[in-house]
């Protein structure tokens, strides 16, 4: 048998080979997202150069561990948002889920119940909002405003309206507020672990691509097979879960259960990471890489106001602003593409 010489293969050489680097690079963060990055070494050059004491590796750290709980909230806001939902009660759910962990944790000397507890009721919370969206025939906005305010008012209801700090010998939770690994806070690795988990699911998974083809076209995806209503159920209960996760952080952090997270604004801080981060609020676009460099992006302007002495109200006044922004860009991008124009 005569052997064959097969032709050779070109090899990976040239340029090609020396920019494949960057283009995983950009292929991971996205083109689009490089001008949130330019915004971000912008503004932490501006406040640096008033205040160098931004640039501390106390400072950073400080950053790290108030962009967490946030950031948390907004990966997952991400994707119901991509489902083309929104969920208003996050900040709500987090704050009940951080009284029920105080207290179970106190009642039982044990960090472990008080967390499961915190993660069984986000379950509950997330799969209330799902049936109520799918077999209510409720407005997501609508369905999930009414759970902000019921778990608001049960969160004050159960705490009698204060603080709940836990006591006992489980160190779990000092370990969660306090501890670090290679000099990185453990709220940040927790941030962290989530956003790759669910980015990893969005990009290569079926179902994160059956989000993505429900969110950008839902009667497509009905037609395709895919069970909109599941979907919906299923992104819901894992915004609550998620949340769940973000206020057993809220305990650890504050070192008490806090009612009142969902009067601090952190669904809104969500939902603007989310838009200002390039995800659609009509669904389909977008992706966690954005939404994460959009709450650095936040974290950074509040850090900013706060050591520069800017008035706090101030601080509000331009996360409103940023979302406005964020949602007439967008706004932009869809009318350019309905006149098939360049974006």
């Not at 083109?31 to 205040?51: F, P, R, T």
């Not at 650890?252 to 603007?272: F, K, N, V």
Request: glycine share 14%; with cysteine; proline share 2%.
């Amino acid at each position: 048998m005569t052997k064959t010489d097969s032709p050779a293969l070109p090899r990976d050489t040239g340029p090609d080979l020396r920019l494949r680097p960057l283009r995983r690079t950009l292929d991971v963060v996205g083109v689009q997202n490089l001008s949130l990055i330019v915004a971000l070494i912008a503004l932490c050059g501006a406040i640096g150069s008033q205040n160098s004491n931004f640039f501390l590796v106390s400072n950073i750290r400080t950053i790290g561990t108030t962009v967490a709980i946030v950031g948390i909230l907004a990966v997952v806001q991400t994707v119901v948002m991509l489902l083309g939902g929104l969920d208003i009660s996050v900040g709500s759910a987090a704050g009940l889920t951080s009284v029920v962990s105080a207290m179970v944790f106190t009642s039982a000397n044990s960090a472990a119940l008080g967390i499961l507890a915190a993660l069984l009721v986000g379950l509950g919370v997330g799969l209330l909002n799902g049936m109520v969206i799918v077999y209510g025939r409720v407005n997501a906005v609508i369905a999930t405003l009414a759970t902000y305010a019921a778990l608001r008012g049960l969160a004050n209801l159960v705490s009698d309206g204060r603080a709940q700090g836990y006591t006992g010998t489980d160190s779990t939770f000092i370990f969660l507020a306090r501890g670090s690994g290679l000099g990185i806070p453990i709220l940040v690795w927790v941030l962290i672990i989530v956003a790759v988990l669910i980015h990893l699911m969005l990009r290569y998974t079926d179902i994160g691509r059956n989000i993505y083809a429900a969110g950008g076209n839902p009667t497509a995806a009905r037609l395709a097979g895919i069970n909109l209503n599941r979907y919906v159920v299923g992104c819901y209960v894992l915004a609550g879960f998620v949340a769940a996760i973000a206020g057993v952080l809220l305990t650890a952090r504050t070192g008490s259960g806090q009612p009142t997270s969902g009067s601090q604004g952190l669904e809104l801080q969500s939902i603007t990471a989310a838009a200002l981060g390039g995800v659609a609020l009509q669904g389909g676009k977008g992706g966690i890489a954005g939404t994460a460099i959009a709450v650095l992006l936040l974290g950074v302007l509040q850090n900013g106001l706060t050591i520069l002495n800017v008035n706090s109200f101030w601080q509000d006044i331009a996360q409103g602003a940023l979302l406005v922004v964020a949602v007439v860009i967008q706004q932009r991008r869809k009318g350019l593409r309905a006149y098939g124009l360049p974006r």
